[in-house]
T-cell receptor, first 110, second 115 residues
Framework: SQQGEEDPQALSIQEGENATMNCSYK?????LQWYRQNSGRGLVHLIL?????REKHSGRLRVTLDTSKKSSSLLITASRAADTASYFC??????????FGAGTRLTVKP | EAGVAQSPRYKIIEKRQSVAFWCNPI?????LYWYQQILGQGPKLLIQ????????DSQLPKDRFSAERLKGVDSTLKIQPAKLEDSAVYLC?????????????FGPGTRLTVL
């Protein structure tokens, strides 16, 4: 079963705009990870945030984590057409328990 | 650095046939995962290996699915016999160690279509 639930399911924006995707989960976690998947390809790790962290940055990516609300958000700033992909959050509750959500399909129009 | 290799990339079979997928993880990665990704959904873990031992196969449909990693390096996943609902992308991933939620490196996947 999947733990994380991404919102929205699909998002369409213009190049240069910011894209925000949210992930909610139900149980306590050790860390939460975000992955990107281009059409027909495998997943690529973007960023990992631990349960004792509130915010992390990587280039144009900003991830926040609110463990009290059991939610995380991924912000992509100044989006590009190449950012078009599906984005998944994965919650890690224990060493053997990593669960992916259903993903957000992001389309960035040139 | 070479990534995770998978073959074949595509496979079309009829229901009740058998099929096998192969994965070669990144050199030195001790942990290997097989996921099933149905269209429109996120990956679902089927089985996790630590070297050549099974760590978690709780979501593997053992009546038809089997997997092995005999020498602790490459791995095969088999479906016998296949059902229509097995149509999906089968992803292999590997991580260097066993720490909590290590970054996983994914292969390109094998797209299986069962007719």
């Amino acid at each position: 079963s999947q733990q994380g639930e991404e919102d929205p399911q699909a998002l369409s924006i213009q190049e240069g705009e910011n894209a925000t995707m949210n992930c909610s989960y139900k149980t306590s976690i050790n860390n939460l990870q975000w992955y990107r998947q281009n059409s027909g390809r495998g997943l690529v790790h973007l960023i990992l945030i631990r349960s004792n962290e509130r915010e992390k940055h990587s280039g144009r990516l900003r991830v926040t984590l609110d463990t009290s609300k059991k939610s995380s958000s991924l912000l992509i700033t100044a989006s590009r057409a190449a950012d078009t992909a599906s984005y998944f959050c994965a919650t890690v509750a224990s060493i053997n328990d990593m669960r992916f959500g259903a993903g957000t399909r992001l389309t960035v129009k040139p | 650095e070479a990534g995770v290799a998978q073959s074949p990339r595509y496979k079309i079979i009829e229901k009740r046939q058998s099929v096998a997928f192969w994965c070669n993880p990144i050199s030195g990665h001790a942990t290997l995962y097989w996921y099933q990704q149905i269209l429109g959904q996120g990956p679902k873990l089927l089985i996790q290996f630590q070297n050549n031992g099974v760590v978690d196969d709780s979501q593997l449909p053992k009546d038809r699915f089997s997997a092995e990693r005999l020498k602790g390096v490459d791995s095969t996943l088999k479906i016998q016999p296949a059902k229509l609902e097995d149509s999906a992308v089968y992803l292999c991933a590997s991580t260097l160690g066993t720490l909590h939620g290590n970054e996983q490196f994914f292969g390109p996947g094998t797209r299986l279509t069962v007719l």
